[in-house]
């Protein structure tokens, strides 16, 4: 314990630690660990943000992928998938009804549905933009060339999300088919970063075959690259690919994992994630309370909610928007929690 303890310490101090340390860190984790990490994490995020929540209005544009991921419900070779693409004019209703009810962060996330192409995107994005000129939108499309995402940064694109998914190089080979690469995946971070993009980097927590040196990793990765954004939540099983039988991840290693984060970065926007809500009634408070300071509410029509499934059991799916953002203000009240209206850009203290 007194190790584990003095490596907290540390980690508080100097915002890094090495690679065994990581592991260290990850392998003895307890009760107590997990509370005085929730407790340093909560401080660090009370000094920047307050008790603000930031919500980003989730806008799940297409279902519709090219990759075969073994763990993603929306992997081309899941023809149980009913896929759907939502038209321009459908994208800027989820928008307005988001605007009315307080988002200024619109995030447009789609599988990599070829028929997304640059131009289709950025007339969209500049549609988006001109109706409302003083919200942020986040893209998260999945892996695109440089010159993409060039283009779709100079239409009006603010922040991109690309969780890396691990930064376990073998293991990466374990969660995805052979056409996919982990050098190609780190390069759009790269690319994404450099354009000027706000860049989020994330993975999932208890997926199959990780190990504490793979979690080390994704630490030692997030604490070079310092993401604005960083996209975490437990591995949940969908009965329609490779990983059906795989054990879910669990709630408790991600919050500790939220509130190290916290620590290492401490400006980073961190969400409580809905596949955190969906592993634990309660994901969602407990994420916030280790660390967490940013919720994305599903803002889709209500028709496709379903479709979009990555994992099995999805909360708020049959909620309209309304309903679910009045009632995460509730739960956050209760916590001591308030969200707020406008944009959330990070904000990076000397
Ligand atoms: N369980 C949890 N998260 C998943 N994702 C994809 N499939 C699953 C699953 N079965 C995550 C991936 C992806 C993000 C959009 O959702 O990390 O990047």
Known sequence: MEKLLSLIDSLEERHALSLTEYEYLIDNRCPEAARLLARKASVLRRRIYGNTIYVRGLIEISNVCRNDCFYCGI???????DRYRLSPGQILECCKEGYSLGFRTFVLQSGEDPLLTDDALCDILRAVKKQHPDCAVTLSLGERSRGSYQKLFDAGADRYLLRHETAGKEHYRKLHPPDMSYDHRMQCLQDLRSIGYQTGCGFMTGS???????????????????????????????????????????????????????????????????????????????????????????LSPVSVRKKYELYNNKICTGDESAQCREQLAKRMEAIGYEIITGRGDIIKTA
Do not use: W
Not at 75 to 81: A, E, L, T, Y
């Open 75 to 81: 992997r081309k070779s899941n023809r149980d998938c």
């Open 208 to 298: 199959p075959y990780q190990t504490a040196s793979d979690l080390a990793r994704d630490l030692k990765f997030i604490e070079t690259f310092q993401p604005d954004m960083c996209g975490i939540g437990p591995f949940i099983p969908h009965k329609s690919t490779p990983f059906s039988h795989m054990p879910p991840g669990d709630a408790a290693l991600t919050c500790y994992l939220l509130s190290v984060i916290r620590l290492i970065y401490p400006p980073v926007l961190l969400p409580a994630t809905t596949a955190l809500g969906t592993i634990a009634p309660d994901g969602r408070e407990k994420g916030i309370l280790a660390g967490a300071n940013v919720l994305m509410p599903n």
